[in-house]
Structures are given as C-alpha cells and as structure tokens.
Nanobody, 125 residues
Framework: QVQLVESGGGSVQAGGSLRLSCAASLYTSSRHCMGWFRQAPGKQREGVAAIYTNSGRTDYADSVKGRFTISQDNAKNTLYLQMNSLKPEDAAMYYC??????????????????WGKGTLVNISS
C-alpha cells in the first residue's frame, strides 16, 4: 500500500507563506512525475504544480506562477510546495499526487496513480 502523507497546512494571513511537505512510502525517483493539487469547497480538484523526475522540469497553473515552487528530495522521498504571497483564493485542501512510472502529466487528474489524504490551507484576508 503506497502512502503519501502531507503536512504543513494551516492558517495564514494573505500575503504570508506556507511550505507543504509530502512524505512518500515509495521511491519518488521511480516515478515519472509528482504533483500538487488543490480543491476548494464546491470546486473541482485542480492541478497546481508538477515536477518531472528525469528532467527536473516544473509546471505550474497560471494562478500560482511566480508564487509557488515545487521541489522534491529523492533521498528523502519527499515532495515540497513552497507557497508565497498567498491569496484568499489559494485556500483549499492540498493533495500530494504521484504519477505513473512512465509518462503522464502530473497536473492532469486522470494521470495520477496515488493520492495523499490532503492538508488544509486557510487564508485570512
């Protein structure tokens, strides 16, 4: 059973920062990509950021470009999301996502193989 365990969520004022972590029970280096998604109440889950293991390439949703940074430490099997300049619209449950061993786009919901249970981010204005 693959486990992805998120941490680092919480409440922060608008303009503040949070760093999310995701500890994986599976080698992150064995996957084509890892990603972060978020889901606000009443909205669909959306891909926020992805990182591709072999190339190191990163992708971001337009809404977070320049503010969020995804990274991974394969030695620790841990994925991170540094979130700066947070806005009220960033409030959501954030989910860690693991893609397949080969191929896939880790901001595409249907390409995700494993999901974490989420960590909640609240933003006060």
């Amino acid at each position: 059973q693959v486990q992805l365990v998120e941490s680092g969520g919480g409440s922060v004022q608008a303009g503040g920062s949070l760093r999310l972590s995701c500890a994986a029970s599976l080698y992150t280096s064995s996957r084509h990509c890892m990603g972060w998604f978020r889901q606000a109440p009443g909205k669909q889950r959306e891909g926020v950021a992805a990182i591709y293991t072999n190339s190191g390439r990163t992708d971001y949703a337009d809404s977070v470009k320049g503010r969020f940074t995804i990274s991974q430490d394969n030695a620790k099997n841990t994925l991170y999301l540094q979130m700066n300049s947070l806005k009220p619209e960033d409030a959501a449950m954030y989910y860690c996502a693991m893609g397949p061993r080969y191929g896939g786009i880790c901001t595409n919901y249907y390409d995700i193989v494993y999901w974490g249970k989420g960590t909640l981010v609240n933003i006060s204005s």
